[in-house]
């Protein structure tokens, strides 16, 4: 069920994770060598310009008010939160009177080896001269400041040319930082005011700002003036590569604890503070809604509930998809293709008229195609291919949250999905709202998504009780909606545990459950997926909340098993 908990605001995204075929919720030197093989001469000149890698101090350790420092470009300002709770940070102002370019450091992360990371993409259509800015680093004295240098490419011919790459070679998977050129036109930036809730303590939390509003006429929106290879990311500090179990069904997974917040202040309950600028896009595809009343859909897995784990023979998934059917329910959410999905699952469903959110997992790195674990995915589903059951398709389910994907690697996935089979309906993937927010993954998604798909789980907020799991999801999905230009949003789990223990003011229990799931239900039920069908004794049962077993709730939605 749910995994690592990073950062989500408090209207904001909790997180919500899970682990294939088990679901749970799991600068070295300088590249002065650029691409010489298009015959180009490289001269470099040196611009030095103000230090931009400032690091404010950490928010006070207690969930008050925190401090920020104010920075000299509307860059996103990297906030550490030592502990858990409720971290509120502080709307800042920054008016530029000039256009101003600097090297802004971003972090991205990478496996152990070598990578080309940075650098300038510039498109020749002819022999030409190209001289461009590009952002490297430079340490003296024990400092670090980012700096932009320029250089200059005779090259001979039309094609692609990579400028001034940085290679780094790190030993272990690990966040490095990439410089790139960044150009600020005048105008008042402004990072609103943030509501944060923490769950892991030393988290970094970054604050962007809002579009600018020009200080003239003359002024257009913010540009970079150059493109870097790979676009960087932001990525929590204390994000790292998990673990990769092993897909054998019969294994428990391991699942992080919930550090329990026990002092937070006040919440706030204005979500607009949390809401980026939305991604133009087109408008997208827009799912079929659930009945009145219900449940859009309920999360399925076909394992055994019992300790052992194991997958269930075809009679039992019929079994448990005609009870789903009995009870009103239309829709069903899948998250990949294992224990026989397709051939058992799907025949339950053909057979008893229910509809299916189809899923591809990635549950390790390699974010691509290329994996085998999902070019099996979706090569099974391309043989299967039985489009009148499918209402929907998700690509990743918190793929990026767990650092399995970075949002480039999730984007381009999904396309190809999109190419590789002839589904004509919408697709999209399930992430936390936290990660919806960020700029770098909305820029990024957004374009290639019909709807925004994203995981909001109540109980995970200490401030929330099981009567207001409905207002608390409902403000997740407001959030949501506003992200993709066009691309309305869709919760594609929450629910309740029926037992474990309790995280600040969110109390698990059988009576609890049928509030919140009845509370839920009542707000948005036919744009929700209640998580889940069953209570699963395979999962791990002794994390901080111990609930991890006990999310079943087929006897509140009226499900006779």
């Known amino acids: 069920m749910k995994a690592t908990l990073a950062v989500a605001a408090l209207a904001a995204g909790v997180s919500a994770g899970s682990v294939h075929h088990r679901h749970i919720h799991a600068h070295a030197k300088k590249g002065y060598e650029a691409e010489d093989t298009c015959g180009c001469t490289t001269v470099y000149s040196t611009y030095y310009g103000e230090p931009t890698l400032i690091f404010p101090p950490a928010p006070s350790p207690e969930p008050t008010t925190a401090s920020s420092?104010?920075?000299v470009v509307p860059t996103p300002i990297p906030q550490t939160c030592p502990t858990t709770g409720v971290y509120t940070f502080p709307a800042t102002t920054i008016t530029l009177t000039d256009s101003t370019t600097v090297a802004v450091p971003y972090t991205t992360s990478v496996p152990a080896g070598t990578h080309t990371l940075g650098g300038v993409t510039t498109v020749v259509t002819t022999a030409t001269t190209v001289v461009c800015p590009y952002a490297t680093v430079s340490t003296s004295e024990g400092v670090t400041t980012s700096v932009i240098e320029s250089t200059t490419y005779v090259c001979p011919s039309a094609g692609t040319y990579t400028i001034a790459p940085t290679t780094t070679t790190v030993t272990e998977d690990t966040t490095v930082t990439i410089p790139s050129v960044t150009s600020y036109p005048a105008g008042t930036y402004t990072q609103p005011e943030v509501v944060t809730t923490v769950y892991e303590t030393s988290t970094?939390?970054?604050?962007?700002?809002?579009?600018?509003?020009?200080?003239?006429?003359?002024?257009?929106?913010?540009?970079?003036?150059?493109?870097?290879?790979?676009?960087?990311?932001?990525?929590?500090?204390?994000?790292?590569?998990?673990?990769?179990?092993?897909?054998?069904?019969?294994?428990?997974?391991?699942?992080?604890?919930?550090?329990?917040?026990?002092?937070?202040?006040e919440p706030s309950t204005t979500s607009s503070k949390h809401t980026p600028k939305p991604t133009q896009g087109s408008p997208g595809k827009t799912p079929a809604k659930g009945t009145p009343g219900k449940p859009w859909a309920v999360t399925y897995t076909p394992y055994q509930t019992t300790p052992g784990g194991g997958?269930?023979?075809?009679?039992?998934?019929?079994s448990d998809i005609a009870a789903i059917a009995a009870a009103g329910v239309t829709t069903i959410r899948v998250y990949s293709t294992d224990c026989s999905t397709l051939e058992f699952v799907g025949g339950a469903c053909e057979a008893h008229g229910i509809k299916m959110?189809?899923?591809?997992?990635?549950?390790?790195?390699?974010?691509?195609?290329?994996?085998?674990?999902?070019?099996?995915?979706?090569?099974?589903?391309?043989?299967?291919?039985?489009?009148?059951?499918?209402?929907l398709i998700t690509v990743g389910n918190e793929a990026v949250l767990h650092g399995f994907c970075t949002p480039?690697?999730?984007?381009?996935?999904?396309?190809?999905?999109?190419?590789?089979?002839?589904?004509?309906?919408?697709?999209?993937?399930a992430e936390t709202v936290n990660i919806w927010q960020q700029e770098e993954f909305s820029s990024l998604v957004c374009p290639v998504v019909d709807f925004v798909g994203a995981n909001a789980h109540a109980f995970f907020n200490t401030e929330t009780t099981a009567d207001q799991a409905g207002q608390f999801v409902k403000g997740q999905l407001d959030i949501i909606d506003n992200i993709c230009a066009g691309k309305e949003g869709r919760v594609m789990e929450t629910g309740w545990p029926n037992a474990g223990q309790a995280l600040g003011l969110a109390v698990p229990?059988?009576?609890?459950?049928?509030?919140?799931?009845?509370?839920?239900?009542?707000?948005?039920?036919?744009?929700?997926?209640?998580?889940?069908?069953?209570?699963?004794?395979?999962?791990?049962?002794?994390?901080?909340?111990?609930?991890?077993?006990?999310?079943?709730?087929?006897?509140?939605?009226?499900?006779?098993?």
């Open 69 to 71: 420092t104010q920075v």
């Open 204 to 265: 970094v939390v970054y604050c962007p700002f809002d579009i600018p509003t020009p200080s003239s006429s003359s002024v257009e929106t913010y540009v970079a003036e150059t493109t870097p290879v790979e676009t960087p990311v932001y990525v929590p500090e204390t994000t790292s590569t998990p673990v990769v179990e092993t897909p054998i069904v019969e294994t428990p997974v391991e699942v992080p604890t919930y550090p329990v917040t026990t002092s937070v202040p």
């Open 311 to 318: 997958c269930k023979s075809q009679g039992e998934v019929n």
């Open 357 to 391: 959110i189809l899923g591809i997992y990635v549950d390790e790195p390699g974010c691509d195609a290329g994996n085998p674990s999902v070019t099996e995915q979706i090569s099974s589903i391309k043989a299967w291919g039985k489009w009148n059951l499918v209402s």
């Open 408 to 429: 480039s690697e999730l984007a381009g996935l999904i396309s190809t999905t999109k190419e590789q089979l002839s589904y004509t309906g919408p697709y999209s993937t």
């Open 509 to 561: 229990g059988a009576s609890q459950q049928a509030v919140a799931i009845k509370s839920i239900v009542k707000e948005l039920g036919d744009k929700a997926v209640i998580f889940s069908l069953t209570s699963d004794a395979w999962k791990d049962g002794n994390t901080q909340c111990q609930c991890e077993q006990h999310w079943g709730c087929a006897s509140v939605l009226g499900i006779n098993m």
